[in-house]
Nanobody, 120 residues
Framework: QVELVESGGGLVQSGGSLRLSCAAS????????MGWYRQAPGKERELVAS???????SYGDSVKGRFTISSDNAKNTVYLQMNSLKPEDTAVYYC??????????????WGQGTQVTVSS
């Protein structure tokens, strides 16, 4: 079992920055893919960014060039640096951690979510 604890959300003005952190504890091993998703009111949850334990990253089109995902594998922590925030970035942000058992199968874990609100 894996527990994810998120921190760093809050209220920020448009153009500002925030840094989210997600610390994982428990049985973490092998190949992992860590990601940040977000869900705004009335919308579906969407992938913001992901990073693998080998360092490969991927970003949603709406955040490319503004957000940066990184990880500290020794600390089992993933970060999301969010710059040039816009009101449309307002959402609950969720940390996701996939621990692969075999190719194509994995255990999937979610954090409790942290609110990010960007005022105009």
């Amino acid at each position: 079992q894996v527990e994810l604890v998120e921190s760093g959300g809050g209220l920020v003005q448009s153009g500002g920055s925030l840094r989210l952190s997600c610390a994982a504890s428990g049985s973490i091993f092998g190949f992992n893919v860590m990601g940040w998703y977000r869900q705004a009111p009335g919308k579906e949850r969407e992938l913001v960014a992901s990073i693998s334990s080998s360092g490969s990253t991927s970003y949603g089109d709406s955040v490319k060039g503004r957000f940066t995902i990184s990880s500290d594998n020794a600390k089992n922590t993933v970060y999301l640096q969010m710059n040039s925030l816009k009101p449309e970035d307002t959402a609950v942000y969720y940390c996701n951690w996939k621990i692969y058992k075999t190719l194509g199968t994995y255990n999937n874990y979610w954090g409790q979510g942290t609110q990010v609100t960007v005022s105009s």
